[in-house]
């Protein structure tokens, strides 16, 4: 394994003209889908054009039958149908596309000495002092008392005003500058700037807030107590870009996990009629232990696989779902931690992700003793070796980090429940779970082709 370590994913990139057009469509992807209902409502966009239909469209399952499965605006489920039956197990790679952010408490809007203020509560696992004295946009939906659905996207274009969390000017951060770095910004002082132009009125109390209250009703026609349902999400503002000199990596916000969705999308795109039924996961609340009823540990998936072997069979049958999901062979689509050499000492360097080698895959993540982690089993890793060894895809191996430096685990645990094999394959990422991650152009193509040959693999 060591010769696979030194390879360079450039040496076999030589991009195709879609290759190519991939990449503006990942940059359009990664700046427009900043929260899980926008990146789904992209991806269920595209497969629509593709030719996929709805599940309640369908009235029978077969080969190279193409069906999409929306859950609740936020998660979504693609499948095509193989030429063998689905009793004998499928092909499946699980992405997620939820990201670390900063979401709105359900009570946000507070006025402080002539300065109006939303509260926020951070989701997921965050440096809170990336996120201060940063331009800062709003997206998300508020569900009005009757029903209506108000869709907000405030800070995304140039005539449109940005939020900010404001930081402590160096001159008087003798004691913050003292704290420890995770204790330096609090949870609770995370929170975002509005405004502080006062509504008329000389004897009314809190005129700022009054002035956004007016605001919001006026242009969304939103009352406070509207917050309470609603789904507000604080993200970095701006369009992602290549970054470097040679433009040889992306910059951009959430990456970690949508570089892994968009691949997986790529790869299910250019499938027609695979041997086995093709199947790829785009997941919500990952990044919070995928709970709730668009994560995995819902059974969503499951009972999409019902459904299409009653579309297939004509009938329910349990017994066989469960075979279905035993047989199953998945790849778990999620991003490590990449190799920074300006933080060599947390990394083991010969199990580490170096960014520009390729493709990645992971035996096991977790933490610790491989706590909350799915340790594949070697038969299953040797095969995914061979498929990209005979695809000729650049790849690697790795973990995350040293193995009492921390750690992390993703959705491969949550698949491994139901008996099928599933490995860890993604891509290594600088400043992950920061606003701007970095990720490589030619690990992006690797992946894609890497994906791609996994799913039309016929064997």
């Not at 309470?228 to 503002?237: F, I, N, Q, R, T």
């Amino acid at each position: 394994m060591g010769s696979k370590k030194v390879k360079s994913a450039w040496d076999k990139l030589r991009m195709s003209e879609k290759e190519c057009q991939a990449m503006t469509e990942y940059l359009s992807f990664l700046s427009k889908g900043k929260t899980e209902r926008e990146s789904w409502q992209i991806i269920e966009g595209w497969a629509r054009k593709a030719g996929f239909v709805s599940l309640d469209e369908v009235k029978l399952f077969g080969s190279g039958q193409k069906v999409c499965l929306e859950v609740r605006d936020k998660a979504g489920i693609l499948a095509i149908g193989g030429l063998r039956p689905l009793s004998e197990g499928f092909r499946l790679i699980v992405t997620h596309i939820d990201a670390p952010r900063l979401d709105l408490k359900q009570r946000p809007l507070y006025e402080e000495e002539g300065l109006a203020f939303f509260k926020t509560h951070y989701y997921g696992g965050i440096k809170k002092y990336q996120w201060t004295a940063l331009p800062l946009a709003l997206h998300g939906i508020v569900i009005l008392r009757d029903g209506q659905r108000v869709e907000i996207v405030i800070g995304e274009e140039e005539e449109e005003p940005i939020f900010t969390i404001c930081d402590l000017l160096p001159h008087l951060a003798k004691d913050q500058n003292n704290k420890k770095l995770r204790e330096a910004i609090s949870g609770e002082g995370l929170n975002l700037l509005l405004g502080h132009n006062p509504s008329t009125g000389e004897s009314e109390e809190e005129r700022v807030k009054s002035s956004i209250l007016i605001l919001l009703k006026e242009t969304y026609g939103i009352e406070e107590d509207d917050f309470v349902s609603a789904e507000l999400e604080v993200v970095p503002a701006g369009k992602a870009r290549y970054a470097g000199l040679d433009r040889s990596f992306i910059a951009g916000y959430g990456q970690d996990d949508r570089i892994c969705s968009f691949a997986a999308w790529k790869a299910l795109e250019k499938i027609k009629e695979p041997e086995w039924t093709t199947i790829v996961v785009f997941a919500d609340k990952e990044e919070i232990g995928s709970d709730s009823n668009t994560g995995m540990k819902a059974r969503f998936l499951e009972n999409f696989i019902a459904e299409l072997i009653t579309l297939q069979n004509g009938s329910y049958d349990g017994l066989m779902v469960r075979r279905a999901m035993a047989r199953a062979k998945a790849l778990s689509a999620d991003v490590t931690g990449g190799y920074d050499p300006n933080y060599a000492e947390v990394m083991d360097k010969l199990n580490s992700a170096y960014l520009g080698r390729g493709l990645v895959i992971s035996k096991y993540t977790g933490s610790g003793g491989k706590y909350e982690t799915s340790d594949a089993n070697p038969e299953f890793v040797a095969e995914v070796r061979r498929i990209l060894d005979d695809a000729k895809i650049t790849w690697q191996t790795a973990e995350l980090g040293k193995v009492d430096q921390g750690g992390g685990g993703t959705i491969a645990q949550y698949m491994a429940i139901y008996g099928m094999e599933v490995l860890d394959c993604g891509v290594g990422i600088l400043s992950m779970h920061s606003p701007w991650e970095i990720s490589s152009v030619a690990d992006l193509v690797m992946m894609m082709r890497g994906y791609h040959a996994f799913l039309g693999y016929r064997g």
